[in-house]
């Protein structure tokens, strides 16, 4: 049968402007929250993890913001960089077992 | 930073032969390791997850006989694709876990890209 290829959503922005990216989580359980960096042909890269006690945190250039009650996740990039384009994925770990389950990823562009 | 390496970083081979693929930490005793596989413009898919000396555990629908892991050593996991198909045909990644108080620190490796004939 026919097979129909996912796409990610896409996200573009200029070169110096600040980048926020979404995600929706499953697991209502989940306590711990990491996002990661994947550039083509590459294993993903740890940016930032935040555990369900904050709603907040900064990194260099970086903010992971938590909201518990709707169970959404953002990632937010200060002063983007043609080097941060690249897919990124945010991931919950529901049993503190370090098995993480994947959002679907965002691939984000940065013209200059 | 911990490292985990993986080997090879690609491989092609022909339908019905099997291959073998490496994951090692380099600089730290892995407590767990875990396989995934990623398709094209998709996310990463956790295969199974694996312990030293135990028998590894498979996601729902990942055939274990297909997928043959091996953790000899709490440095190394190895995953044998059997009898490899085209729809095989994908990027595998490993990663390694260690605690980190009450939660697991996990490190990837740079996956491996396995084309199949």
């Known amino acids: 049968g026919e097979s129909v290829g996912l796409h990610l959503p896409t996200l573009s922005v200029q070169e110096g402007d600040n980048s926020i990216i979404n995600c929706a989580y499953s697991?209502?359980?989940?306590?711990?929250f990491i996002w990661y960096k994947q550039e083509s042909g590459k294993g993903p890269q740890f940016i930032i993890d935040i555990r369900s006690n904050m709603d907040k945190r900064q990194g260099q250039r970086v903010t992971v913001l938590l909201n518990k009650t709707v169970k959404h996740l953002s990632l937010q990039i200060a002063a983007t960089q043609p080097g941060d384009s690249a897919v990124y994925f945010c991931a919950e770990d529901p049993s503190q077992g370090g098995k993480l389950i994947f959002g679907q990823g965002t691939e984000l562009s940065v013209k200059p | 930073g911990a490292v985990v390496s993986q080997h090879p970083s690609r491989v092609i081979c022909k339908s019905g032969t099997s291959v073998k693929i490496e994951c090692r930490s380099l600089d730290f005793q892995a407590t767990t390791m875990f396989w995934y596989r990623q398709f094209p413009k998709q996310s990463l898919m956790l295969m199974a997850t694996?312990?030293?000396?135990?028998?590894?555990?498979?996601e729902q629908g990942v055939e274990k006989d297909k997928f043959l892991i091996n953790h000899a050593s709490l440095t190394l996991s190895t995953l044998t694709v059997t009898s490899a198909h085209p729809e095989d045909s994908s990027f595998y990644i490993c990663s390694a876990s260690r605690p980190l108080g009450s939660y697991n620190e996990q490190f990837f490796g740079p996956g491996t890209r396995l084309t199949v004939l």
């Open positions: 697991n209502s359980a989940s306590d711990y």
């Open positions: 694996s312990n030293e000396g135990s028998k590894a555990t498979y």
